[in-house]
């Protein structure tokens, strides 16, 4: 059983909280946020502690008395300079879903991976990338195609969406063929539109609910623990599973 230290509890970090606790290859141990009312309290739903760390010597002391095999991040890009080298020291995976890293932020997190194995995605949903993997392939087999993408996220959100960038650098096509829209109501929906003479092809992905995040972090830890140490993306590590699958394909 992994154990697991979450970090962050907004609005997706609930969910994922959720998924993880009932998922019995998991141990959910504690929840780490920018600040609680005491030191460390149990949450309403979840039977796990929870305290606030917010220097690096806080998470070293923490990860002492409360040890863990990952991290799970769904807080804010400043969270991975405070807990980092305790991740290199010990060895830590790290999922991270944080959408607005900057260059410096991911080069630091590629630092991380020579000790330790690190996934960083801006969307963890299992469905999301596999619709980039088969906009990647499309876009392979017809370059000619015209190309638009469109992602609509809830009103509160204010940039555009770091899924929708990532599926833009994915096919090679300029940030500025995406069209946000801001709506009550919606969680996330990402579109990609492939225009062909006397065809139209539509890959859509729906997030229904933010538990969506869960179930990814779910598999992205399970995939993690059998490879080496590294830096990875969520969609590399769906096409390791699809090249082991089609290998037992062939052998069978």
Known sequence: MIKIGLVGFGKAGQAVAQVLQDDPRYQLC???????????KA???????MTALTTPDDWGQWLDTHPVDALVDFSSPE???LYGEEVRRRGLML????????????DYAQTLAIDARVLCSPNITVGINFLIMAARLLRKIAPFADV??????????????GTARKIA???????????????????GHHEVIFGFPYQTVRLIHNSIERRAFGTGAAFALAELQQCENGFYTFDALMMRRVHQELLIDHSS
């Open 95 to 106: 999922v991270s879903a944080i959408s607005a890293y900057s260059k410096a932020d991911l």
């Open 169 to 187: 650098q994915s096919i090679d096509v300029d940030e500025d063929r995406i069209t946000s829209l801001r709506l009550g109501g919606i969680v």
């Open 43 to 49: 949450t309403p739903d979840l039977d796990v502690p």
């Open 148 to 161: 638009e993408i469109v992602e609509q996220h809830f009103r509160e959100k204010p940039e555009v969406s």
């Open 79 to 81: 969270s991975l300079h």
């Open 30 to 40: 504690w929840i780490a946020r920018r600040s609680v009312s005491t030191s460390v």
